[in-house]
């Protein structure tokens, strides 16, 4: 493998590039017009217009993505993550041209990319599952029924979801078929499938994953868990690893669980399996992510695996080479996502231009990014501006060295979820690892904010996900509330 093309933007990019370029591999970076000037083109030893800046006709061209492959030798595809990275049928085309997906094969990515396909391929491995219906639900009076059996709250949840979309907490019978009604609309719009199932709602969850590693000779080991409770319309903004309430004894039960998640799918390369964990420490299969995770520094810093190029020596066709006996954890790591986002203004975007751009340095302090001052915020892609990680020998240090760096990360000219980490840091409950996914309805509570702000807030950052994708320009920031309250309408 001589030449890789990163089939993708930003900070994973660019991310991608320096593991490559340390392994002696040239890259290849694919942009649109609207990246010209982005830092991962300027990084790589190649680089090529993919179109226009909306992801529909630039970022999520697989063909023509491969067809600079075929036509520039290069060797293989890293896809980071988002746009084409749990594409099958992407990643069945990049076989059949004769290239190699640094990834999962097609036929593990279809399989753990529908939830009900997964739960039914992780049944006879004995993984925990939150009680529910784990078909798709078609028959509303026995899905009533059942929901009633089961005892409400329950969770209506669409099949190929994620993000928190299509998903709907039914808490009596007397709103269920309305709520189902709005989740399979939801689930319509935002994944062209209105599949559903309906599960127990977990009070009070947390939300811990389990990083794995298999590669193509059956050997399969987990690399612990993350802690990802703190977020934001079930995006995470808060990751750590390990997690405070995860003892030696339940990390071995859930790595196992993980393992036999990823053999259920004969699962190559880095993937993370997702679980729900209740407030007596049970834990419920959620799904896999068959890619690398946004949160993936964390991991490396507790464990010194490079996953990016534990990924590709996989791709490559080689063997782990240690087991499970082998890793330990190594102190304690935190991620801060940096968002351009107003958590005064529950959290809606921010843009405009980095006038005041100044990294925080130090020891054991870590950011991976993809901007420089001077630059915009591009307003068609993620607004993840970079991930701010710290290192400490333990939790507690780690809490301190993050709140040091926050406070040396300079940002100007737009708003951003800085100031939100700062109050996780400082708050008890995080402080004391007493905390579940609704820490910032349950703790930030900004004055600014209210019930029909928070709703519109939602709304707003949903369709605008969708809008940027095809709209070649999107209107300006200026107008938001009234934007939101005409579209509500």
Not at 390 to 404: C, G, L, Q, S
Not at 445 to 458: C, T
Request: proline share 4%; charged share 25%; aromatic share 8%.
């Amino acid at each position: 493998m001589k030449k890789v093309l990163v089939a993708n933007r930003g900070e994973i990019a660019l991310r991608v590039m320096r593991t490559c370029k340390k392994m002696g591999i040239k890259t290849v970076a694919v942009y649109s017009e609207a990246d010209r000037s982005a830092l991962h083109v300027k990084y790589a030893d190649e680089a090529f217009l993919l179109g226009p800046a909306p992801s529909s006709q630039s970022y999520l061209k697989g063909d023509k993505i491969i067809q600079i492959c075929l036509e520039n030798n290069v060797d293989a595809i890293h896809p980071g993550y988002g746009f084409l990275s749990e594409n099958a049928g992407f990643a069945q085309k990049v076989k059949e041209a004769g290239l190699t997906l640094i990834g999962p094969s097609p036929e593990a990515m279809i399989l753990m990319g529908n939830k009900l396909s997964a739960k039914e391929a992780v049944r006879d491995y004995k993984v925990p599952m939150v009680p529910g219906i784990n078909e798709a639900i078609s028959d509303l009076a026995l899905a009533k029924k059942t929901a009633s059996e089961i005892g409400f709250p329950i969770l209506i949840k669409a099949s190929a979801g994620g993000g928190g979309k299509g998903m709907r907490i039914v808490r009596n019978e007397e709103d269920f078929e309305e709520q189902m009604n709005l989740a399979v609309n939801e689930a319509i719009s935002a994944f062209g499938d209105g599949a559903v199932f309906i599960e127990k709602y977990v009070a009070g969850p947390r939300h811990i994953e389990i990083q794995i590693l298999g590669d193509n000779f059956g050997n399969i080991v987990y690399l612990f868990e993350r802690e990802c409770s703190i977020q934001r319309r079930h995006q995470k903004l808060v990751e750590e690893a390990p997690s405070s309430v995860v003892n030696e004894n339940l990390r071995r039960q859930m790595g196992e669980a993980a393992v036999n998640v990823a053999r259920a799918c004969n699962y190559t390369g880095a993937g993370t399996v997702e679980f729900l964990m209740d407030e007596n420490l049970n834990f419920y299969f959620l799904e896999m992510n068959t890619r690398l995770q946004v949160e993936h520094p964390v991991t490396e810093e507790i464990t010194g695996l490079d996953l990016v190029k534990e990924q590709i020596r996989i791709a490559r066709g080689e063997t782990l080479g240690y087991g499970q006996e082998e890793l330990k954890i190594n102190g304690h790591a935190i991620e801060l996502r940096i968002c351009a986002e107003d958590p005064e203004e529950n959290f809606i975007p921010s843009i405009g231009k980095l006038s005041v751009y100044e990294k925080p340095k130090g020891k054991n302090i870590r950011v991976d990014d993809c901007m420089e001052q001077g630059m915009e915020i591009p307003i068609f892609y993620d607004n993840m501006i970079s991930k701010l990680i710290v290192w400490a020998p333990d939790r507690t240090e780690a809490i301190e060295r993050m709140k040091t760096a926050i406070r040396k990360y300079k940002i100007e000219g737009i708003k951003t979820t800085l100031g939100f980490g700062e109050f996780v840091m400082n708050n008890k409950d995080f402080i004391s690892g007493s905390f579940d996914t609704h820490f910032v309805q349950n703790h930030y509570k900004p004055d600014a904010q209210n019930e029909i702000e928070a709703e519109l807030a939602a709304l707003f950052s949903v369709w605008y996900d969708e809008l940027k994708k095809t709209e070649p320009v999107l209107p300006t920031m200026g107008s938001k509330k009234a934007w939101y309250l005409k579209r509500k309408s």
